[in-house]
């Protein structure tokens, strides 16, 4: 910024503003900023963000610039201003100039952003031209990234480009002072896109009101493919029991638990507890899928959420989740897929990929460009917790710190996400899922090159896991770029230390299920001395056998018998009365010879072990089952802990978690309730993390730790750290802006390879 000027005679400036600042109402800003100042000049879009020259006496050019960052839309993000003095030129007036798309591209893409009271007064008002609009939107709401195809974002250059304006659309998008002016989706009744209803089959249904007749669907028990904003949804009525069943049995999603669409802040508070912060973020312009713990006895199926604590509640985003909600005002709302495929984007695709499940689609006409999941948020240690991070905060950037330009990082396995490095700038882009299948890695694919192609980066190095068998890490090798081959649990700790901006050593705690180790075994309770170059390996459990590899996990009770088999043999299968005899003898067996038994030390399984020998997960449908439902029952106010036996091999420290295990048979079989056996089984892991992050700290003389990895999606673990390591003197950094699972993952491969080129 130019230095202050003396109050003489009119000056001229060149301003520059980069940010999110195109498709968020900042050039009506501007203008009526100028105006209301008496100022001259002009404003434009560019693929440097928003130049403006503006002439009028010094001090009022003065506080013109403070109020650019004051008073700014409520949607613009703004990470720099730049201003300059210029030569002034005879010029009367303040206008808005055509976008200029030479330059540098240095804006940022805008997120998806939920309908605005001001839209929603409209849509409810009969005298409104807009009235029961199902795409009615301004500069303040609607989507933005899923409808853009390239930068800067005009109108010609989205999926709306396929609705020409009508006359009265037109007046507002080119009138300044209105607030659609340059809002790109702008539409009406008359010139927007349509509502289309179709039966199972794919055939139209004559229905003058086929958002009415999805409603009357809904109502009479059917399930609905729902067309949204970054994708289909599957919709069913919440309460109805047998709704619920039939989406279930026809998607095959036997016990993970769908989400919830409240009618409104009330409705969501009858069927869950909603404090002033929860109600914040489900309010908020995001709209995420906020998990809640829910009330006994409400309305909502339990098939909703069988045996689970909590409800993912979010309240409407879009016109026509609105609209169904005057009618049904619990509806689930879960992603239109088939079990680990990407969510249904196309009308065509959903037809095809949901034949079979659902008895109507409501589609339309305007193209969904980028698939762009809910995201899911809850509140732990006081502070928010991103645990998907997708629609309305993708691709939101995020600054780490360092030079990161044109690095691309292709993500994990699970939860996979990409990322793109621009300046100091890492764009995470929305959750991707479970490269499970083709489909999957060809999103990976399109979305690598869309976010790539939109924030103008050409990638000249990738990222990519250690783990030599990961369809993201083989993508990343066949781009034929220069490679750098992330360590897993080292990225965990440096997404954390890139989203706070830390340099130096920290002592980072990675616990997880699975992640590939240096010694080619699995890793995933690891305590770390890293910076954003190198680690090294502190403390971990000690290494447990898993009787048929990835079968222990969709199996708990094979991870309990290979965690005990080495201490006490044969007598481990007291741990699991309830297995069926020959499968125990099958697994003691394998264990026995020795024979696809590979090795792991991760967090996750030691708390899949526990929930099997207490019994209260069997067979894991869901990742992350056993610890959710440990948790879920565990009586945090329970007293004591089991015994941890530490050893050292090589200057690592290792905790024995078969003793742990051992102690839980003990107690379960003397009788102890369930939840205070979990309790205490909660409580011995907060000792082995305390235990070695003081001894690590002690050792390095470092007082940064960064807690990280899906296992601290666990409140009562993660909630309980903090409190005893801030109590020790220690500074703890946890996530706040990514997912601490492996949704997190992309962000600290971009750091790690950035440290590494710079080295």
């Not at 809904?218 to 599957?234: D, M, P, S, W």
């Not at 742990?660 to 000792?687: K, M, N, Q, W, Y």
Request: charged share 25%.
């Amino acid at each position: 910024m130019p230095p202050r000027s003396p109050k003489t005679e009119p000056r001229r400036m060149k301003v520059r503003v980069i940010g999110t600042v195109q498709g968020v109402g900042f050039r009506p800003f501007v203008y009526r900023l100028a105006t209301g100042l008496g100022l001259a000049g002009s404003v434009r879009n560019a693929g440097s963000g928003v130049e403006i020259e503006v002439q009028g006496m010094p001090d009022v050019l003065d506080r013109f610039v403070d109020r650019l960052r004051q008073d700014a839309p409520p949607l613009a993000r703004i990470r720099q201003v730049a201003a300059r003095h210029a030569k002034p030129v005879a010029e009367d007036g303040f206008r808005i100039e055509m976008t200029d798309e030479d330059g540098e591209l240095e804006v940022d893409a805008a997120r998806d952003i939920a309908t605005c009271t001001d839209c929603l007064a409209e849509m409810r008002d009969p005298a409104d031209r807009r009235y029961r609009h199902p795409f009615i939107n301004c500069t303040n709401c609607g989507p933005r990234y899923t409808i853009i195809e390239r930068l800067p974002y005009d109108r010609p250059d989205t999926s709306m480009r396929a609705f020409p304006m009508c006359e009265a659309c037109r007046a507002e998008y080119e009138d300044p002072a209105d607030r659609r002016f340059h809002a790109q989706p702008v539409c009406c009744h008359d010139c927007g896109p349509t509502l289309e209803l179709l039966d199972a089959e794919g055939q139209r249904v004559d229905s003058p009101d086929p958002l009415a007749a999805t409603a009357d669907i809904l109502a009479e028990g059917g399930v609905a493919a729902i067309k949204g904003i970054g994708g289909f949804h599957l919709a069913c009525d919440a309460t109805s029991p047998d709704a619920v069943r039939r989406l279930r049995e026809r998607k095959h999603r036997e016990q993970k638990p769908l989400a919830v669409m409240a009618r409104d802040p009330d409705a969501a508070r009858a069927i869950a507890t909603v404090g002033p912060e929860e109600l914040a973020l489900l309010e908020s312009p995001e709209r995420p899928i906020v998990l809640l713990s829910r009330r006994a006895g409400d309305i909502v199926a339990d098939a909703v959420a069988p045996r689970s604590q909590f409800h993912g509640v979010m309240l409407p985003y879009t016109p026509i989740h609105h609209l169904l909600a005057e009618r049904l005002p619990y509806l689930v709302m879960t992603s239109a897929n088939r079990t680990e495929e990407p969510i249904a984007r196309t009308n065509d695709d959903a037809v095809s990929k949901l034949a079979g499940i659902a008895d109507a689609f409501l589609v339309h006409d305007r193209a969904i460009l980028t698939r762009n999941d809910d995201s899911v948020v809850r509140r732990l240690a006081g502070d928010v917790m991103v645990v998907r991070r997708s629609r309305g905060y993708a691709p939101e950037p995020i600054a780490v710190g360092a030079d990161v330009d044109g690095i691309l990082a292709c993500g994990p396995m699970l939860k996979n996400t990409v990322a793109v490095g621009r300046g100091e700038l890492c764009y995470l882009s929305q959750h991707i899922g479970d490269l499970a299948n083709p489909a999957t890695v060809r999103s990976l694919e399109a979305t690598a090159a869309k976010l790539a192609g939109m924030v103008g980066v050409e990638p000249r190095l990738v990222a990519c896991d250690r783990h030599p068998d990961y369809l993201s890490t083989r993508f990343a090798e066949s781009l034929g770029l220069p490679l750098v081959r992330v360590p897993h649990h080292h990225a965990h700790v440096a997404a954390c230390m890139g989203e706070h901006e830390l340099t130096g050593q920290v002592i980072g705690v990675a616990f997880d299920g699975t992640g590939y180790g240096d010694d080619g075994h699995t890793w995933g309770s690891e305590v770390l001395i890293a910076d954003r170059a190198e680690s090294e390996r502190f403390a971990h459990l000690a290494y447990m056998p898993m009787p048929g590899g990835d079968a222990a996990v969709r199996h708990p009770g094979r991870m309990a018998l290979g965690a005990l088999f080495p201490i006490i043999g044969a007598d481990a299968r007291r741990a699991v009365p309830w297995m069926d005899e020959a499968e125990a003898d099958a697994v003691l067996e394998l264990l026995d010879r020795g024979v696809n038994t590979p090795l792991t030390c991760g967090m996750g399984r030691l708390f899949d072990a526990a929930a099997a020998v207490l019994g209260v997960c069997r067979e894991t449908a869901y990742e992350g089952q056993p610890a959710i439902k440990l948790e879920g029952i565990a009586d945090p106010t329970a007293e004591g802990s089991y015994p941890i036996e530490l050893s050292e091999s090589g200057g690592v420290r290792q905790i024995d978690g078969a003793t742990i295990l051992a102690a839980v048979c003990d107690e379960r079989d003397a009788g102890v309730p369930a939840p205070t056996i979990a309790g205490r089984f909660h409580s011995t892991v907060l000792g082995f993390l305390l235990e070695c992050v003081t001894e690590a700290a002690r050792h390095t003389g470092l007082d940064r730790v960064c807690l990280t990895g899906g296992c601290f999606q666990n409140a009562f673990l993660l909630e309980q750290a903090v409190a005893r390591l801030e109590a020790e003197g220690l500074s703890v950094f946890r996530h706040r802006l990514v997912p601490p699972n492996d949704g997190g993952v992309a962000l600290g491969q971009i750091v790690i390879a950035a440290a590494k080129r710079r080295e």
